[in-house]
């Protein structure tokens, strides 16, 4: 073996990862977010995250990816460490659908259809549909598939490269006398961990493995102790990503080292017990690429059905290891709000993202509904409630606004795109709406502190129009929740009856002013309360008008002109609205 073929090999080895890097983006972006939607929702009991484990590996290609995904996702608090034992199972067994793939390159025949089968028969025209879909395509998915079929192509090609660059290795005593190191299966585990830990793939270790035993040279008892030693290679993603996280994500990275090292430790013993007691000729016999992949498999499955049953033990094994401080015992430590580390899979961050935007708008509509609350029955508690959640919202603005910028800048799918555009845009809302909370709060302390109280008409016709403005926030809010269209549409019409009531009540407040029935001071206080009311009607309007213009692409001013003009379902809504509010007040209105 010379210098160009050292040359091939790492060349190969760049191709086949660089292939891998492309595939598994195109895929997780075709996945989209409802990975961490699915992850919630089917880790309610074993075989459910053992299912899912191995099919979400097979979408996208990583069980690493998978792994950090865990760490991350029980870093921000949305899962727990229980609920990621069965996935981190399923994903060692959906990896190995890549050595399948892969062992397609060891195929003999001289049939033409076993020949289609050969990656460098495949590859090239694959290659050609992907680019073609890539160049011609309009839609951003149709793209994705593309370049899923590119990355392919580029890492079948690499695994050819691979198996060219080690082919004169099958001639070489060098590489023989090499050989016989890994006689000795410890050897042979230390060796599978640490190559796959420094590239971090075990797809690529398991490749150039299979691209080794088409010299000839690779027998089985050389291969499966360094196949043995992959498994636990892998696990250093999770480690790597487990830095600087809180202690139950570090017990997601033990979880799945402890899976592998119990594996090894177990069957790697039987295995030449097994070979001691009956003589295995199996030991000896040389390995291809195909018996590799079985190898592989055997392997995972087997130790997933041995520990599948004793997942709470391997739990409590991770906290012997991690224990809880003192600190965490007392006060469970607090959860990273957007972890870093799910920017990896930008699907399952924007995801995130929107799980912790709704609680920022649930927390900014519980604000407002308590400052609303506040102003007929006055509190201290809930005005100290108010502050704290006013403190919370706005660290959820600067903490979303950076992370969804970070999130831009990824290749992201058109869906993806229009959600991350939707969140930028309403957080900014919510986040006012709470402001403008703390200014009715401010409003209901400065009337408890100096004693002042409205009379019976001004506190009806205000308990009218909180009730009007509640109305509208609820449903601005499960437009958004739901991310529903006709709902969002009931907004405006109720948003304009807000407007016109708040007029009416500063006529009214004028007239009782004229007749001496409200002081100048209160009248202050009367003022900003329905400034604050209508700012945030409006607010509400705004967070409505987002999901109709982004998802209808329409220009939302133009499209609220020609509808307070000329539509009649629009004037319907108002005046139902209208009227229902009027006679809360105490006067009917005509239509």
């Not at 082919?167 to 585990?189: H, K, R, W």
């Not at 991690?322 to 870093?340: A, F, G, P, W």
């Not at 809504?573 to 007040?585: A, G, K, M, R, V």
């Amino acid at each position: 073996m010379d210098i160009f073929s050292v040359i091939m090999l790492l060349g190969g080895l760049a191709f086949f990862l660089y292939g891998m890097n492309v595939m598994s983006s195109g895929l997780e972006k075709l996945a989209g977010s409802k990975l961490e939607i699915i992850l919630k929702k089917m880790t309610s009991n074993k075989l459910k995250s053992l299912l899912l484990g191995i099919g979400i590996t097979v979408a996208i290609q990583s069980s690493s990816a998978l792994t950090v995904m865990l760490v991350g996702l029980v870093n921000s608090g949305i899962m727990s460490l229980s609920q990621t034992i069965g996935v981190l199972m399923g994903s060692n067994i959906g990896t190995t659908l890549t050595a399948w793939i892969l062992s397609l390159s060891g195929i003999e025949s001289e049939s033409v259809f076993m020949q289609m089968l050969k990656p460098e028969t495949f590859s090239p025209i694959i290659a050609l549909i992907g680019v073609i879909m890539i160049m011609m395509a309009k839609h951003n998915r149709t793209k994705d598939i593309g370049r899923i079929l590119v990355g392919f192509a580029v890492l079948m090609t690499g695994m050819t490269l691979m198996s060219d660059a080690v082919s004169p290795l099958a001639d070489s005593p060098q590489f023989s006398s090499l050989l016989t190191a890994f006689q000795n299966p410890i050897m042979g585990v230390l060796v599978g961990a640490v190559f796959t830990g420094i590239i971090q793939s075990s797809a690529a270790s398991v490749g150039i493995l299979q691209a080794l035993s088409l010299t000839g040279q690779v027998t089985y008892g050389m291969a499966i102790p360094i196949i043995m030693g992959q498994n636990i290679g892998t696990c250093v993603t999770a480690l790597i990503s487990s830095i600087g996280v809180n202690r139950s994500a570090k017990r997601v990275a033990i979880v799945h080292i402890c899976f592998n090292c119990i594996g090894t430790i177990i069957f790697l013993p039987i295995f030449y017990l097994v070979h001691w007691l009956l003589g295995l000729s199996l030991i000896t016999t040389a390995i291809d690429p195909v018996g590799i992949a079985f190898s592989h498999t055997v392997f995972n499955v087997l130790t997933t059905a041995l520990l599948l049953p004793f997942t709470k033990q391997l739990e409590k094994l991770a906290y012997l290891i991690i224990k809880d401080s003192k600190k965490e015992t007392e006060n469970r430590e607090k959860r990273e709000l957007l972890d870093e580390r799910l920017l990896a899979t930008p699907a399952v961050a924007i995801e995130v993202c929107r799980s912790v935007t709704l609680e920022m708008a649930e927390l900014s509509k519980q604000t407002m509904e308590l400052s609303i609350g506040l102003l007929f029955n006055y509190n201290d508690e809930v005005k100290a409630q108010i502050q704290e959640n006013e403190e919370k919202i706005d660290k959820y603005e600067d903490k979303l606004n950076a992370y969804l910028v970070r999130i831009s800048k990824h290749s992201i799918a058109s869906n993806d795109n229009r959600t991350v555009s939707k969140m930028l845009h309403c957080i900014g809302n919510f986040e006012r709406i709470g402001d403008h909370g703390i200014n009715i709060m401010e409003s209901a302390y400065e009337l408890h502190v100096k004693g002042l109280q409205f009379s019976s008409d001004a506190e009806r016709e205000l308990h009218t129009l909180c009730d009007a403005l509640l109305e509208t926030l609820n449903l601005s809010y499960r437009a958004f929740r739901e991310d529903d269209l006709d709902v969002a549409h009931q907004v405006e019409p109720l948003e304009e009856v807000v407007d016109t009531l708040s007029v009416e009540l500063k006529n009214r407040h004028i007239k009782r002013l004229q007749n001496d029935a409200c002081t100048v001071e209160l009248g202050y206080i009367y003022q900003d309360l329905l400034t604050n009311i209508e700012r945030v009607s409006d607010h509400c309007s705004n967070i409505a008008g987002v999901l109709i213009e982004i998802d209808e692409q329409k220009n939302i001013h133009k499209y609220l002109y020609k509808l307070k003009e000329n539509d009649e379902t629009f004037q319907k809504s108002y005046h139902d609205y209208l009227n229902q509010y009027y006679l809360e007040l105490g006067q009917p209105k005509a239509e």
